[in-house]
C-alpha cells in the first residue's frame, strides 16, 4: 500500500492560518494533523490487522503490522501559506516502533503481492489498504480542515469555535 498521502489547500483554512504567528501556524497545523488523523488510524489499523488475506499471515505479523501504522507530517510544514502535507501508512523496517520489531516486513507483500521463488508465479496482493484510503480520503481531509479552524479560532480569540460539518 501507498501511503495515504493529504494534501489541504482550502481558502478558509489558509486565511485563518495567515492570521497567527509562523510558530503558532505550525503547532496548529501539526496538533489538528494528530487529532484529525486519530480515529482513521485506528481505523485503518483495524483493517490492515483483520484482513483476510490469501495466505493468512502469522499472528505476530499482524500485531506488527498495526503497531507500525501511523501518521507522519513534514518535521517542519513551510511557510505560513504551504499546502498542509501528510501521509498514513504502515512504516517498515526499524522506525516502525518497538512493539512492531521489525516483523511488518510481510506487509508489502501481502498487500501488494510478490513473485514466488519455485514456482515462478505471482501471488496477486490484496490492496485492502489502497482500497480504504481511497475511500476515506475526503473525509480525512475534513476532518483534519475542521480540526485546524477549531485549533486556530481557540488561539485566536474567537466566539464559537464549532464548525459546521
Do not use: C
Amino acid at each position: 500500500m501507498n501511503p495515504v498521502k493529504i494534501t489541504i489547500d482550502t481558502k478558509e483554512v489558509t486565511q485563518t492560518l495567515a492570521r497567527l504567528s509562523p510558530m503558532l501556524n505550525e503547532a496548529v497545523r501539526k496538533k489538528a494533523i494528530r487529532k484529525g488523523f486519530k480515529p482513521f488510524v485506528a481505523n485503518l489499523r483495524a483493517v490492515l490487522v483483520n484482513a483476510p488475506y490469501v495466505r493468512s499471515g502469522k499472528n505476530t505479523h499482524r500485531k506488527a503490522i498495526g503497531a507500525a501504522t501511523r501518521v507522519s507530517s513534514p518535521k517542519r510544514m513551510g511557510p505560513a501559506g504551504a499546502p498542509i502535507r501528510a501521509e498514513l501508512g504502515v512504516q517498515l523496517g526499524k522506525k516502525g516502533g518497538a512493539r512492531a520489531r521489525n516483523k511488518q516486513f510481510v506487509y508489502p507483500w501481502k498487500e501488494n503481492g510478490f513473485m514466488h521463488k519455485n514456482s515462478g508465479r505471482m501471488i496477486p496482493g490484496n490492496h485492502y489498504g489502497d482500497i480504504w484510503g481511497k475511500a476515506n480520503v475526503a473525509r480525512i481531509m475534513q476532518a483534519i480542515s475542521t480540526e485546524i479552524l477549531i485549533e486556530a479560532r481557540k488561539i485566536l480569540g474567537m466566539g464559537n469555535t464549532s464548525v459546521p460539518k
